[in-house]
């Protein structure tokens, strides 16, 4: 029998959360799941799970505050899952650090869907030959996915750090948004999806610009997205 993959879920809705666990064990998944802030940020760093589901409203700690303490060393793919649906808590869990988001009520077989697509952008930096890539002092080791600036480490997630290989994989060319979604994101870019900007100005903040002020990646209206030296 094939091996579960490890998931957390941090929600206060016990009974979501049972459902959940029976659903996605037939996927092969198996889910823990913590209901209050506390004891799911205590469980989300021990660095035990493939995958972390968190919700935005939570007992005595919420989950925007989980998130801003777990980005600070954690690099699990986080998924917010959350009644607080409005492009405002989208925006803001894409800010601190959330790979994806998710509304609820959902469908679990497009939970399952955004998890597996969580799973196959990490699985690469697992089996994948590990090359270094360089470029205007940035370096990026394509396997672990970590990062260096001037030899000082980054602390990306990894949507960022795979928007950053597929963009160090073709310096100095423009890379259209769609083939960064795909790649970066696993998933084709809605109309109205605005997560890769989110994870666009993220990344740009964390790299800073060169010397001379220019932004290292540049946007390149209605085209893409350019790494530029």
Known sequence: ?????????????????DLLADWLATDGFALS??????????????????????????????????????????????????????????????????????AKPCDPRELVA?????????????????????????RLDSGSLMAWLDD?????????????????????QVVDRQTLSREALGKPLGTYDRSLDMHISNLRRKLGPYPDGRPRIQSIRGRGYLLGS
């Open 33 to 102: 799941a913590c209901h209050d802030g506390p004891s799911g940020l205590q469980a989300a760093r021990s660095d035990h799970f493939a995958v972390i589901i968190l919700d935005v409203m939570l007992p005595g700690m919420n989950g925007l505050e989980i998130l801003r303490e777990l980005r600070q060393s954690c690099r699990t793919p986080l998924l917010m899952l959350s009644a607080r649906g409005e492009p405002v808590d989208r925006i803001l869990g894409l800010e601190l650090g959330a790979d994806d988001y998710l």
């Open 152 to 172: 000082e480490p980054l602390q990306l997630t990894q949507s960022e750090a795979l928007i950053l290989r597929a963009l160090m994989t073709r310096p100095a």
């Open 1 to 17: 029998m094939a091996e579960l993959t490890p998931v957390l879920i941090i929600d206060d809705d016990q009974e979501l959360c």
């Open 114 to 138: 955004r998890l597996r697509a969580l799973l196959r952008r990490s699985q690469p930096a697992q089996d994948s030959a590990s090359e270094v890539l360089t470029h205007a002092g940035l």
